[in-house]
């Protein structure tokens, strides 16, 4: 299975990357900076240079094209503006998903936000990243075209990852680590039962797997 990742070289995608690479799974990275090639190599991904920012639906769809799979896991950052919000967490994860229809990559993983809402109201910048990341959701939400699941983690941390999560269409506040939310979009790929679900996750006491099955079969 080929799996292609936006945001290839953020936290959770570089952890999903060696995971799937453990699992004898191909994935590709699109990254907008060269040197960080030897990051995803180091992951057993391949680095694929693409600036979602700029690229064409045209472009990115013939990076994907023969794929099993597509996860989106872009994102503007902390340390970015309100602007960065809407060009990355929204218009790229609209690109993304058009390329994928147009590639016939149905399979679609979206790495969302707890509380995304289209209709969040409020000016702050994390206002606007919660308003953005709702748009795209709605957006994808709205593709016959994809198999798509929406996963929205909780707050993010870097403790190791215990692999017991909460997953459900309705979690309630908490942290979950990067390395247990890597672990569930890898059990997500291989559950295409779980495809038209909204689903949110913060550390519980349930294994990753099994979470994923139980929602699968709901």
């Known amino acids: 299975m080929r799996i292609v990742i936006a945001g290839g070289h953020g936290q959770i995608a570089l952890r ?6 453990a699992r004898g799974y191909e994935a590709a990275g699109l990254i907008r900076r060269a040197e960080h090639a030897d990051d995803l190599r180091a992951t057993g991904a391949e680095p694929v240079h693409c600036d979602l920012e700029s690229a064409s639906v045209e472009e ?25 919000k809407v060009t990355v967490d929204r218009d790229a994860a609209v ?7 147009q590639a016939g990559v ?6 969302s936000s707890m509380g995304a809402d ?6 702050e910048i994390f206002d606007v990243y919660l308003r953005a990341k709702g748009e795209a959701d709605a957006y994808v939400q709205g593709l016959d075209a994809l198999d798509w699941t929406i996963l929205r983690p909780g707050q993010l941390t870097d403790d190791a990852g215990t692999g017991l999560v909460r997953l459900e269409a309705s979690t309630g506040r908490g942290s979950i680590p990067r390395d247990d939310v890597a672990a569930v979009l890898a059990e997500l790929l291989e559950t295409p039962a779980t495809a038209g679900l909204v689903l949110e996750t913060i550390s ?9 099955k139980s929602v699968a079969g709901n």
Not at 74 to 79: E, S
Not at 95 to 101: G, P, S, T, W
Not at 204 to 212: C, F, H, L, N
């Open 16 to 21: 999903l990357e060696r995971l799937l690479a």
């Open 60 to 84: 990115v769809a013939g990076l994907m094209r023969g794929a099993d799979a597509a996860v989106f896991a872009a994102g503007a950052g902390p340390g970015s503006g309100a602007a960065r």
């Open 95 to 101: 690109l993304f998903a058009d390329a994928a229809v």
């Open 106 to 111: 149905r399979r679609h993983l979206v790495v």
């Open 118 to 123: 289209p209709d969040h109201e409020g000016d």
């Open 204 to 212: 519980g006491s349930t294994p990753v797997s099994v979470a994923v």
